[in-house]
């Protein structure tokens, strides 16, 4: 069992930048696959970015995301990062971090979620 928290959610104007956070306790990232979703009010949980293979370091992004999100990593304070640059007021939601065992298919631990809303 692995218990996530997010943080580094806020209010930011179009065009800027935040950071999201999420740290982990229980297990290190490592016996785990980590992702990044999203939720808009009145639409589904999306995936945002996500690591492929946690020792490998390969990564995916959602095609509204990519170039503009970068997921990482810190080990040493076993947290994932989710740097958010030129945010779009369709940026809007609830940002979570979920985690899965690498041998199953569905992410099965969940953080509390941050807000993020991106003013026009």
């Known amino acids: 069992q692995v218990q996530l928290v997010e943080s580094g959610g806020g209010l930011v104007q179009a065009g800027g930048s935040l950071r999201l956070s999420c740290a982990a306790s229980?297990?290190?990232?490592?016996?785990?696959?980590i992702g990044w979703f999203r939720q808009a009010p009145g639409k589904e949980r999306e995936s945002v970015a996500g690591?492929?293979?946690?020792?490998?370091?390969?990564?995916y992004y959602a095609d509204s995301v990519r170039g503009r999100f970068t997921i990482s990593r810190d080990n040493a304070k076993n947290t994932v990062y989710l740097q958010m640059n030129s945010l779009k007021p369709e940026d809007t939601a609830v940002y979570y971090c979920a985690a899965r065992r690498p041998t199953r298919s569905e992410y099965a631990y969940w953080g509390q979620g941050t807000q993020v809303t991106v003013s026009s």
């Open positions: 229980g297990h290190t990232f490592s016996d785990y696959t």
């Open positions: 690591f492929i293979d946690w020792s490998g370091g390969s990564t």
